[in-house]
């Protein structure tokens, strides 16, 4: 019963009456909305055949998106200018000491890029029990967090749940599966460029140097 009023307080969608042959209306054609749970709808009424065929070729097919824009090729990708690195003193390795200062820096931020890093694993049938590395970084700062240091995971722990903290990378697919078995939930806020670009009809992954091409190409 539930399930039903639910069902029924969605605002309906607009439908299109089928025209027959004669170009009238069909009775009861109309009155089922597409996806309509079988314990709301009323008794299905037959469709002519020329009313379905028409229906059916007015459809629209769902296909692939196509990319807005077209890959540069390797020689465009180097010609493009070295892309200017943090300095030295801004990559910041996280210890209990400093651990209070870094999260007031990283807490009032909205964005930042995120990586894990995990030890190779080159033992059959040995389970990977990473990330062993947790990486964070701003315009101005990296922060390099070891989630072999108590306080660091339970820090990064922290951080994993704030909403407020868009956490971006490319191909996190096994970082989050890793992150889901190391802290027993989900991350929030964690975007995956990756599915982004296939979203937008690139078909495998970009990386990041082709994804800068891409945007500021």
């Not at 597409?34 to 009323?42: F, H, I, M, Q």
């Not at 807005?68 to 801004?90: M, N, W």
């Not at 070891?146 to 903290?165: D, F, K, R």
């Amino acid at each position: 019963m539930t399930r039903q009023i639910a069902w029924l307080l969605k605002p309906p969608p607009a439908s299109v009456q089928p025209e027959d042959a004669g170009g009238g209306a069909v009775p009861g054609a109309g009155g089922a909305v597409e996806g309509t749970p079988d314990d709301v709808r009323g008794p299905l009424v037959p469709m002519p055949l020329a009313a379905a065929q028409a229906r059916m070729v007015a459809r629209p097919r769902k296909g692939r998106a196509q990319p807005p824009h077209p890959l540069p090729s390797p020689e465009a990708l180097r010609r493009l200018p070295p892309f200017e690195q943090l300095p030295d003193e801004a990559i910041i390795w996280v210890t209990p000491d400093n651990l209070a200062g870094v999260m007031d820096e990283i807490r009032p931020l909205r964005v930042v890029g995120f990586d894990t890093e995990s030890r190779p694993v080159f033992v059959r049938g040995q389970s990977q029990d990473g990330p062993h590395l947790v990486q964070l970084a701003s315009h101005e700062r990296a922060w390099l967090f070891s989630m072999l240091e108590p306080a660091c995971v339970a820090a990064v722990g922290e951080l994993l749940a704030l909403p407020s903290l868009q956490k971006v990378g490319f191909g996190l697919a096994g970082d989050r599966s890793q992150l889901h078995a190391r802290f027993g939930r989900q991350p929030v806020g964690l975007v995956d460029l990756d599915q982004t670009w296939r979203a937008l009809g690139y078909r495998s992954s970009l990386g990041i140097r082709m994804a800068m091409a891409v945007t500021f190409g």
